[in-house]
């Protein structure tokens, strides 16, 4: 069921610059959108839960619906959320949520999967991100990220569009292993990674 509604996580907030202009980039109306996130989801199992970060209008986490058991979308904008709601909550096998990626409010080993494409390049914090994204996975559930090329870099709502290096560098820093690599048509880097281990040192 959707809980969200309300940010409380100030110290983030005030930093973002995201803005709800941006709700015309969501992939309800960019058709080259939704057939980037049809082949990354081609490439993921089926399995019992997965965690969609940045969901956007929600699309792509009514999509997981079809190989997945549950589904929940998360976004920071308000907008987008209430544009999932309206469009695809009639579907009893997910959920949607107004969340920070930064803090998300899920316990510990709750997913199988999470998803997270060109997110990373929006947040202020991917290291902390990522430590985020381990923290709700199951030991050997599985991470799929796609992240922009160096073109976007400059783009007003990035932060730091990360290299290969450096996102290789932050996966295996929050013990993620690389298993599949790959580029898309449009030439942006995507990762298929497995976590390895909790951060111990975080809790």
Known sequence: MFTG????NIKWQKYLRIGEEDFSASCEVDEGARNLHKNLIDMLP??????????????????????Y???VGISIQTSEI?????????????????????ELKFSDSHFDTVYMREVLEHSIAPFIALCEANR??????????NVP????????????V???????????KTNFIVEKFGTTEAGHNWYLTV??????WIK
């Not at 509604?5 to 409380?8: F, I, K, P, T």
């Open 136 to 145: 709700v996975l199951k030991i050997s559930g599985m991470l799929l990220v």
């Open 162 to 172: 990360p290299t290969d290096l450096q996102l290789r560098s932050l996966l295996a």
């Open 5 to 8: 509604g309300n940010l409380d």
């Open 69 to 71: 058991n549950y589904a």
């Open 46 to 67: 089926p399995r019992d839960k997965i965690l969609d970060i940045g969901c956007g209008t929600g699309w792509s986490t009514n999509e997981f619906t079809k190989k």
């Open 82 to 102: 209430d544009f999932a709601m309206k469009n695809y909550y009639s579907n009893d096998k997910l959920c949607f949520e107004l969340m920070d990626m930064h």
């Open 149 to 160: 090329d160096q073109t976007w870099q400059d783009w007003h709502c990035h932060y730091i």
């Open 195 to 200: 976590k390895t281990g909790d951060i111990d």
